[in-house]
């Protein structure tokens, strides 16, 4: 998330950075404020206005893949969603442990069902009620267990093609985005080095992402060879 600019420091888990959020600020030469603005304009494709891209509610530029999150009140860097069970957004700096958060809730999952399992096959004999309501149990623990793994999966896929799942839902509504072929993810760099930036690099805020130019663009637009899957080319 951020609000600020200056080091970016965490809050629930989310990256927030400081910033003088006023206009004036902004405006003032060498302020932290206008080397904000900067390194945001050049993240972005030339020729984007400063004003397009400043969210009506911080009063601060956002880089690419940043979005306000109206229940949090505040921008959030890589933002995924805005979780109702956790109470707080999903993004840079905590989509990793909302991960394994659902892997760890998934097996949580997975290792009750058996258990109950072991238990109707060994005290099948007694009371019938005691049967109906484990099995109830059962069946809810089941649909359980579909929802979190069709859940793990679907993040799996949007961490190994380094997206977001509002950048997936919105693609053709967010302005970077719009124009980019439906089958080219723009901040992809591999599988492989899609999954070690996930799992062991933490972007401080100057390493944030930036959006690829038109040359990029085509060279990931380019259509499959036979070539590219012996040299690895998604990796
Ligand atoms: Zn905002
Ligand atoms: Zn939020």
């Given at each position: 998330m951020f609000k600020q600019r200056q080091p970016a420091s965490s809050k629930n888990g989310n990256m927030v950075i400081t910033v003088e959020g006023s206009q004036s600020a902004r405006n003032l030469p060498g302020s932290n404020a206008t080397s904000w603005t900067k390194l945001v304009l050049d993240m972005h494709?030339?020729?984007?206005s400063a004003r397009s891209l400043t969210?009506?509610?911080?009063n601060v530029e956002q880089p690419p893949r940043a979005k306000h999150c109206h229940d949090c009140d505040r921008c959030v860097l890589q933002f995924d969603h805005h979780c109702v069970w956790l109470g707080t957004c999903v993004g840079q700096g905590n989509h990793c442990r909302f991960w394994w958060y659902i892997c760890e809730e998934t097996a949580l999952c997975l290792w009750t069902g058996i258990l109950y399992i072991i238990y109707l096959k060994v005290?099948?004999?007694?009371?019938w009620w005691k049967d109906a309501i484990i099995i109830m149990l059962l069946v809810i623990l089941s649909i359980s267990l579909i929802f979190l793994l069709l859940l793990l999966l679907f993040h799996s896929y949007l961490i190994l093609t380094n997206q977001t799942t509002y950048e997936l839902v919105r693609r053709r509504r967010i302005p970077y985005l719009?124009?980019?072929?439906?089958?080219?993810?723009?901040?992809?760099?591999g599988l492989c080095r899609n999954l070690y930036n996930f799992c062991f690099v933490r972007r401080s805020m100057d390493e944030l992402e930036r959006i690829p130019n038109a040359l990029e663009l085509e060279e990931m637009s380019r259509p499959y060879t036979c070539l590219d899957f012996l040299t690895c080319r998604c990796c």
């Open positions: 494709s030339p020729g984007t969210c009506s509610y911080c005290n099948i004999s007694r009371a719009r124009g980019i072929p439906e089958r080219v993810y723009p901040f992809s760099k």
